[in-house]
Nanobody, 117 residues
Framework: QVQLVESGGGLVQAGGSLRLSCAAS????????MGWYRQAPGKQRELVAS???????NYADSVKGRFTIARDNAKNAVYLQMNSLKPEDTAVYYC???????????WGQGTQVTVSS
């Protein structure tokens, strides 16, 4: 099994920045895509950003130009740098990892991001 542990959430004012980190541990084997989803109260979980093992990235339109995803394959870690945060970015952010196929196989516990206006 693989465990994903997130860190870096918190409370920030609009226009501020946060950096989320997610580290994988456990039965180590090749992890393919990794990324972040978020879920705001009363809304469906949505994909924020993803990155392949070869570092091809994909972003939700709502975060393009503000968020940057990166990964460290040696550490089995993925990061999300969030700049110019807006109140609508407030959500619980979940790290995920794909080992086979295209759907997430593993999830983190979630980290709260709150952006005040």
């Amino acid at each position: 099994q693989v465990q994903l542990v997130e860190s870096g959430g918190g409370l920030v004012q609009a226009g501020g920045s946060l950096r989320l980190s997610c580290a994988a541990s456990g039965s180590m084997f090749r992890l393919n895509a990794m990324g972040w989803y978020r879920q705001a109260p009363g809304k469906q979980r949505e994909l924020v950003a993803s990155i392949t093992r070869g570092s091809t990235t994909n972003y939700a339109d709502s975060v393009k130009g503000r968020f940057t995803i990166a990964r460290d394959n040696a550490k089995n870690a993925v990061y999300l740098q969030m700049n110019s945060l807006k109140p609508e970015d407030t959500a619980v952010y979940y790290c995920y990892a794909v080992s086979r196929g295209y759907s997430p196989d593993y999830w983190g516990q979630g980290t709260q991001v709150t952006v005040s206006s």
